[in-house]
């Protein structure tokens, strides 16, 4: 019995109810701090080196935005277009992924999502 209230007199002392709410304060603390200063995942590197951003199939890459910049091109009026003598690059923008197409006259963003032409030499689309 004696080994029992001992037990019981240190349990009450270690968990009274002012010892509760500061553990309590301090866990609806760091629960806060962690939503408010959360890490980002989102690794959205550009280049040779791989990137988590999953791929969907109505994405466009980069043979088919040559095509569409080849057919703006001609568009604008340029003459002697071929596929490899553009220079495709891509780019990040509000989270969003581009290609840059550049030819000798002309420059062109298209989405990487819908394949839509974004800007044509520097000026928006409407």
Do not use: H, W
């Not at 760091?30 to 199939?57: C, D, E, H, M, W």
Request: aromatic share 8%; with cysteine; glycine share 2%.
């Amino acid at each position: 019995m004696k080994v029992n209230r001992k037990f019981i007199k240190s349990f009450k002392k270690v968990f009274n109810l002012y010892n509760l709410a500061m553990m309590l304060c301090i866990i609806v603390i760091l629960a806060s701090l962690y939503i408010v200063i959360k890490p980002n995942f989102n690794f959205s590197t550009i280049g040779n080196i791989q990137t988590n951003i999953q791929r969907n199939k109505s994405e466009i890459n980069e043979d088919e935005a040559r095509k569409i910049a080849q057919k703006k091109f001609k568009k604008l009026g340029e003459k002697k277009i071929n596929k490899e003598s553009l220079k495709v690059t891509l780019i990040q923008r509000d989270n969003e992924l581009y290609y840059y197409v550049c030819s000798l006259e002309n420059t062109i963003e298209i989405s990487q999502k819908s394949g839509k032409i974004v800007r044509v030499n520097s000026a928006n689309v409407e």
